[in-house]
């Protein structure tokens, strides 16, 4: 199971999230955390992730139409392990500081 933290920047996003919005983001992670676990490299279509092209090293993966989530990879905190760190949700506007 890959670990993750969150920034608090990403906690104050979240808390200004609807619950509807909120469940959709678990259920896009559950879907995450599968493609991780997969451990092909690759994640489904369906999040369209991408690396954000304004900051190197930072991706972006859809929760919903218009609902976003930036995460970068952090240092191994499990041998063999996937670390997550969750920087910011919400709309495109993220995408301006992610």
Same mark, same amino acid.
């Given at each position: 199971?890959?670990?993750?933290?969150?920034? =608090?920047?990403?906690?104050?996003?979240?808390?200004?999230?609807? =619950?509807?919005?909120?469940?959709?983001?678990?259920?896009?992670?559950?879907?995450?955390?599968?493609?991780?676990?997969?451990?092909?490299?690759?994640?489904?279509?369906?999040?369209?992730?991408?690396?954000?092209?304004?900051? =190197?090293?930072?991706?972006?993966?859809?929760?919903?139409?218009?609902?976003?989530?930036?995460?970068?990879?952090?240092?191994?905190?499990?041998?063999?392990?996937?670390?997550?760190?969750?920087?910011?949700?919400?709309?495109?506007?993220?995408?301006?500081? =992610?």
């Amino acid at each position: 199971m890959p670990t993750y933290e969150a920034t =608090p920047r990403f906690t104050a996003d979240l808390d200004r999230l609807t =619950p509807a919005q909120r469940r959709r983001f678990r259920q896009a992670v559950a879907a995450f955390v599968y493609d991780l676990r997969a451990g092909r490299g690759r994640f489904r279509a369906g999040l369209r992730v991408k690396g954000v092209r304004s900051a =190197p090293g930072v991706f972006e993966l859809t929760w919903d139409g218009n609902g976003r989530a930036t995460w970068s990879y952090g240092r191994a905190q499990i041998a063999g392990e996937q670390h997550v760190i969750w920087r910011r949700i919400g709309s495109h506007e993220i995408l301006v500081r =992610p």
